[in-house]
């Protein structure tokens, strides 16, 4: 089984939800760049913040070190 990432999957669903355009979903995952892009792009329109959505929904997002953040684990 591959290693899963140690964040907070339900946490990431909620920052991804509510703060998505902002990016803080991505700098809670550890990827700081893109979410600086996403902040200054209000995600990519919201179309990239939908994407992202979808990818943490689904349990196929990314940390910062490329490990799967698992969102419904515990459920």
Partial sequence: ?????????????????????????????GKVGTGILQLFTLGGLGVWALIDLAFVVFSEFTDGQGLKVNTWKGF
């Fill in 1 to 29: 089984m591959p290693a899963e990432s140690p964040k907070n999957g339900v946490l990431l669903f909620v920052l991804c939800l509510i703060f998505g355009i902002f990016g803080a979903h991505r700098f809670y995952a």
